[in-house]
């Protein structure tokens, strides 16, 4: 047997076997062919494949989406067929001798361009479907399609590192665990796993070794181990283990229904963190006042392309439905760093984390910014909608925001279409300077939401997907939690509300700081949600100050002495 220890990114104990993944570089390059027919017949089976292939999603998607937002397959399946596109591809081969991958991915971007001239939104909008439909021609010709995330029963995927996009096309039953040789507990992978229960073991290291492909194994993701080949002794502890956290969590179901409220009576709201509508029977069942945050951008990580406005209405629409009239905040776009669709191109990055991403990505597209906007103005009258913003580092920011929601609103109006007017509008603070300028933006929107995944990461100086740098990466750090004291004084001060839906929102060494400080609600993966409320009810927050002081968020001595002092001494100077 042996042992790996790595660093626990989701709970839970799973047993498997080991399948190590290679991700193929999609790559089309240009090369000369002696027999186009070769490639002609090799563009015709893949066309064949990619139809039969559309025909299965359509047929699967009625039943998930309904059939009025299916039928965006129906078109993918015409512009296969289209006689211009083929022919342009035909000719491509057949004139230039040159591969069938690259004559595909030719013609398409011939035709997307001619499309993209055209001043009309839904042929501009067809310009995204012939990307999707080449990509997808492309992965047949290349004999790619889809192998990269479809799993046998029983696999414990491993990999070097691997990318949300990824993690998010898991299916399940298939995968019982993940283990990396990189990757950090904050990344957005990992906090996917977490949310889709998947047990995860990152930054194995090179203990994680391909010779291990095939062996029998056990992930405790509580504890971060591996163990490849193992013992008698072992599968019989890591079962108890199992079975005792069952039986943990079953007492714990007991909670559901209660309410977040310390011993002296303070109450709090607990809201869930979640990616998309897959999330949702987690919410239920770990019983969410909320959703605290929906990272919209998987949305955009799930698909070949930009999300249409249809496709975000329907998503968002049926979050909304779902939880009955409770608050949901949808954050919008945060693609970036580690969030990077194959259709978006942010170029070369030198530092990505502090690059184009998220809002800086938005204002450079208006198009996309829109389209997301219509599609949750739209879904507000569904229920009770909060659009949150991130990456914020100036009100100037949060006026240019408003200026694009006030024309997708004039716009909805000129149309006729209804939207909620009581949609709340929040900022995440998670730069350092969205703290410092606190008081200035809390006059400017509704709520503040606390993203300390990447407030950690800039006032820290820590990469956050560095495994290296994790022991830097304290959550309980002191300048982190001042900051979030400073942005929950200035939030209350103008009647706001202020949540944490960072991860250390779970950290249940920090709720009492939390609830001290005021935080109005934390929002945490679903499977945290019961541990926080247990944690919450066994709390007493009558002295605050000392809790405060407990946790370094207020000093020993006086603030209004150290005011004083400087005072005097600002007037001996002068005098
Ligand atoms: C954060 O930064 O804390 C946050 C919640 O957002 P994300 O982890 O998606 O960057
Ligand atoms: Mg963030």
Known sequence: MERIRGRAASGGIAFGRLVFFQREEETVKKHRVVNPQ???????????????????????????????????FLIH?????????????????LNESCNADYAVHLAANQMASLLGRIEDDYMRARTLDIKDVSRRLIRHIQN??????????????????????????????????????????????????????????VSLG??????????EAVVDGYSGILYVEPDEETIRRMIKKREEEGRKHELLKRLRGRRNVTLDGIEIGVYANISGLMDMKY???????????????????????YPDEELQFYTYRRVLEKINGKRVIVRTLDLGVDKNPDFYDVGEQQNPAMGMRSIRICFERPDVFKTQLRALYRASVYGNLAILFPMIVDPDEIRKIKTITKEVCNELDSEGIPYSHSVEHGIMIETPASVMLSDELAREVDFFNVGTNDLEQYTLAVDRHDPRLEKYCRPDHIAILRMIKIAADSAHRYGKWIGVCGEIGGELSLTEAFLAMGIDMLSVSPT????????????????????????????DIDIDEVDKNSSENRLKKHS
């Open 38 to 72: 070769i490639e002609l017949e090799r563009y015709e089976y893949a066309k064949k494949m990619a139809l039969e292939e559309i025909d299965g999603l359509y047929n699967r998607e009625i039943e998930h989406i309904g059939k009025d937002h299916a039928d965006i």
């Open 528 to 555: 945290n949600i019961l541990p926080l409320r247990r944690k919450i009810r066994s709390l007493d927050l009558s002295d605050k100050t000392a809790a405060l002081k407990r946790h370094g968020v207020l000093r």
């Open 77 to 93: 399946k015409m512009l296969v067929e289209d006689e211009d596109f083929v022919e342009m591809i035909q000719d491509i081969i």
């Open 283 to 305: 919410v239920e069942e770990n019983d969410a006042g909320g959703i605290g945050l929906l990272r919209s951008e998987f949305l955009y990580l799930q698909n070949d392309d």
């Open 144 to 201: 790619k399609s889809e192998q990269s995330m479809k799993f046998n029963k029983r696999t414990i995927l491993c990999s070097m590192d691997i990318e949300p996009s990824e993690t998010t096309r898991l299916d399940k039953s298939c995968v019982k665990a993940i283990c990396t040789c990189y990757g950090t507990v904050n990344s957005h992978s990992s906090i996917l796993s977490r949310s889709m229960n998947i047990p995860s073991v």
């Open 206 to 215: 090179k203990a994680l070794t391909e010779e291990y492909n095939g062996c």
